[in-house]
């Protein structure tokens, strides 16, 4: 075995850090870093800055990209040399499932644009939230540029890390009125300050960043085998859900118990991976209960926790969870001293996916029950999850019940092919009076991801994104274990795709989530390169 891995860098020399590898780790460098600490004006243009930086960053790379492959193309090594010729094919090569996903993504958003009654509307989304083909065709244009001038390197995640640790400070300290970059001050109405957070925007919003970059972080936390960047990971955990706490918002929540499901299954294969998922499960509440602490500092002057999260925050229940998982923890990290390399039955993980399915399926049961057939019984605080009615979820049901109305009553044309890429806000338009009572007079989102593209892009349009992300589930699953990267990218991928039941599309968190899915296929890609250069050895 050993013999075998001094022959391998003989027979393929390790691959050179070309200078378009770097420019795309710099970019991601700075998605990671600068770009969900960027703003201008505190929260008056967030989601503007946010949406410029995206373009112009990502404009900068494909335009640098360009023109070093087409150098490459002409500066060609002397005959004679025995160096390898430059390969432009590296962004020619053979276009796999999710790149064909991409290409009729954006074909198809480009249809709907055209068709609309505004292409220039559906051009920007300006209707809506900037989600337009604009923002479509640089998505598509970053995912082509990660997934071919990617290199791996451990630094890029540890600056996620230290991004997003400034981000999680920021709204715990924005949550007690802590105010370090004079953010409130340039505010009026006390509930623009009691919603908006950090250098991200409302709570829905902080909870959508939350929702991507800390499954990433426990997933690295378990993944690296170096100690001083397990600590920096776990801390990032550790305020990422401090921060979780924060925002009273249901789709933090939601997208924070499915990845932790999935963890709990996934890593349950191995006493290693299980220790140290354990220990990141333990940090995680050790966190909530140090946030009760700095709540006691402060008089428990904050904007308010949401129940759910005050049983982690300030019940005991908190503190019962926490000591649970310290001793399985301990436990865990006893057993693998005592017994290292102790393997665990297939059996375990198959058991737990049961469980929690079976859980699932309950769950959906009862919520159709009180929904469908019992629906006068009082539920109290629970009526607002368990019975979908117009009230449920913060009115979401009204927007979602009115939504299928609109596709039903759509043209053939608009089934297939929408509105308008972000042009939400035109077709809800007839439903506007009726929102009021609800203390809105218009909406432009339905606060679901998959119903506003089934509204604005169509079938056709819904079907391509669905194919862009359960492919890339999909591959992950598949080649997981050929690279663990893989599963701290789709876990990032997974989450978000869960929150966004109940949360909406914006160029504050949605272009994170695009670069995690390129990321996902460039670990594909070299996962599948690996193989097909060991098999021809």
Known sequence: MASTKHKNPAAKPKEKYSVQQALTNYYLLVMFTLFPLFFTDAYFNIRHDKYYFFIILTGILVIAEFLIIMTASVDKPPEDSKLEKPKPKHLYEELSFMDWAFIVFLGINVISTLLSASPLDALLGADGRNNGLLLMTFYTAAYFMITRCFKYFEYIFVALAFGSMIVYALAVLNSFYIDPLGMFTLLTDQQTITDFT???????????????AMP?????????EKTLLRAIYLIATGLGFAALMTADSDSGILGMAVFMIIYLVWFSNSLVRLKRFFLSATVMLLFAKLLRLFSLCFDDKSKGFDKFQEIFVFSGIGWIL??????????????DYKKPNITISKAVPIALAVVFGLCAVAMIGIMVYFSCIDTKTDLGSFERIIRFNDKWGTHRGFMWIRSIWIFGD??????????????????????????????DSSTNAAHNEYLNYLITIGITGLLSYLAIVCGTIKNAVKYAKENPMLIACVSAVICYAVQAIVNLYQPITTPLFFIFIALCEAFVRNAKAEKSAVSTV
Do not use: H, Q, W
């Not at 950090?198 to 960043?209: A, D, R, V």
């Not at 990433?216 to 690296?224: D, K, L, P």
């Not at 926490?322 to 057993?335: D, F, H, K």
């Open 198 to 212: 950090s250098t991200i925007g409302n709570k829905n919003l902080l909870s959508s960043y939350i929702c991507i």
């Open 410 to 439: 759509a043209s053939f044309i608009e089934k297939l092919f929408g509105v308008g890429p972000d042009m939400f806000y035109s077709a809800f338009r007839p439903y506007f009076n009726d929102l009021l009572k609800y203390g």
């Open 322 to 335: 926490l000591a649970a998982c310290a001793v399985i923890t301990g436990i865990l990290y006893l057993i």
């Open 216 to 224: 990433v972080m426990i997933a690295m936390s378990v993944i690296t």
